[in-house]
């Protein structure tokens, strides 16, 4: 972990940002896939950039407020607030009401702060400024926004966005959005559409396939959950020759992709990490996109900004999956995938409807979230794309894979992970064992 320096920031009072002329103010539902127990959360997201001689004398506070004004009035029910039906049905009420906005003068370089604005950043609950009573889901703003001045000219854009209202690629939509209009342009090249009907329940809900992402296990769940406020968080890179290392492990011309070997060795690990009894049932819980896949007969449009996305679960014995090659925990992984079609996905939509909208099994689950191609660190707002971009931490099980370049330039993905501090010292020594070759080269 990075040094960490004690910095203070200097906050303007936070204002609310409301769209720059008259939107419709309207009911709208959200789709079951939107509001699903478990991404009833906010999402924390921040980019740096350095000093830009050529934006000399402008305020990057003021010129992305201006541009959230814009962008506001087609992305317009984000300036509204989330309301609760019957059954945990979430809609918003797009009256208008803003997000809300910070702005703040940190007393330190942005260079000084180094690797530390890296997951897991210390910083991060100071560069989204968490204003009292903004952080629910329902009736709170749905988007928080935070520009933070550096003392060099340089500066951090935080964003915290309710998850019910977009994914990743829907927040990666109004980024572009942004980033377009706040250089000029009138109207941005991909239009937000909302049509959550298209992944809502069927007249009839019925659940025909087996979804075991819902499956508590009430002892295991307790025990993950007096775990969960000891937690500690360290990250971890896996690079071109961290992937050659684990793909050793396999037999060659082994059919897999790099991905799906990354999370069966991570979940590997970190299950012996956690040195659990042989007996006790672990999940890797698989996110799987869903836009653009006609294999799945399901066509959302261009420019479909909720969420999009299913989490089929991969099960297994804890002693079966660490006394194993890590291509049991592929074939798993890849089973499970093959199971994925449009009746799958309509089940579990009509699950929530007929279930309560249940929550992800938190029993021995692990979660990872691939990022690495949103290109958190390509927003420009006119400085330039940022030094880093991405999602800063793990929330309890759930990680984030982002794109990031190790100290020698080369690009891969770091993986923020949580987990009680024995375990993390367990899973530091597998991985520092692992991949020795490569540390001692460093």
């Given amino acids: 972990m990075a040094n960490i320096l004690p910095i203070s920031i200097n906050y303007h009072k936070p204002k609310l940002v409301v769209p720059s002329s008259v939107t419709p ?17 906010q999402i924390p997201i921040l980019m740096f950039y350095k ?3 050529s934006m000399k004398g402008k305020d990057p506070a003021k010129i992305i407020k201006d541009g959230l004004s814009k962008t506001l009035v087609f992305y317009y029910p984000l300036a509204g607030r989330l309301i609760e039906g ?5 809609m918003v009420n797009c009256n208008g009401e803003g ?36 952080d629910g889901i329902i009736g709170s703003p749905l988007l928080l926004i935070q520009v933070t001045r550096f003392t060099c000219g340089g500066f951090a854009v935080g964003f915290r966005f309710n998850h019910t209202m977009m994914d990743a690629y829907g927040f990666k939509m109004f980024l572009n959005a942004l980033s377009e209009l706040i250089q000029g342009a009138s109207t941005p090249s991909i239009l937000p559409v909302w049509e959550r009907h298209l992944l809502s329940a069927r007249s009839s809900p019925s659940i025909t396939c087996i979804h075991h992402e819902f499956d508590e296990e009430i002892e295991s769940k307790i025990a993950w959950e007096s775990m969960e406020d ?9 690079g071109n020759e961290e992937m050659e290392v684990i793909k050793n492990q396999v037999p060659p011309n082994y059919e897999c992709t790099k991905f799906e070997l990354l999370m069966a060795f991570l979940w590997k690990c970190r299950t012996i990490a956690l040195n659990l009894h042989s007996d006790e049932i672990v999940r890797l819980t698989y996110v799987i996109n869903i836009r653009g896949k006609k294999s799945l007969n399901i066509e959302l449009p261009i420019g479909y900004y909720g969420n999009a996305f299913i989490t089929p679960v991969v099960v297994s014995k804890a002693g079966l999956l660490c006394s194993n090659p ?11 995938k093959d199971h994925i079609n449009e009746e799958y996905i309509k089940s579990l939509i009509d699950l929530m409807v007929i279930k309560g909208r249940p929550e992800l099994t938190k029993s021995w689950n ?7 191609y949103i290109g958190f660190d390509e927003f420009d707002f006119g400085w330039g794309n940022p030094i880093f971009g991405g999602i800063l931490k793990a929330i309890s099980f759930i990680s984030f894979g982002v794109s990031v370049k190790n100290d020698k330039g080369e690009k891969g993905v770091l ?8 375990a993390m010292k367990k899973l530091q020594d597998i991985y520092n064992m692992t991949f020795r070759v490569i540390i001692s080269n460093i």
């Fill in 25 to 41: 103010h309207e009911t709208k539902r959200l789709s079951e896939i939107d509001d699903q127990g478990f991404i009833r959360l």
């Fill in 51 to 53: 000093y830009n001689s």
């Fill in 86 to 90: 019957p059954n945990k049905k979430l």
């Fill in 99 to 134: 997000v809300l906005f910070i702005e703040g003068d940190a007393n330190i370089e942005l260079e000084k702060l180094g690797e530390s604005i890296k997951p897991p950043c210390p910083y991060l609950d100071l560069l989204l400024h968490n204003v009292h009573g903004s």
């Fill in 230 to 238: 000891k937690l500690i968080q360290q990250s971890f890179f896996f």
């Fill in 326 to 336: 890590v291509t049991y925990a592929v074939e798993l992984i890849k089973k499970v």
């Fill in 366 to 372: 692990f979660l990872v979230s691939d990022n690495r």
């Fill in 415 to 422: 993986i923020a992970i949580s987990l009680p501090p024995l």
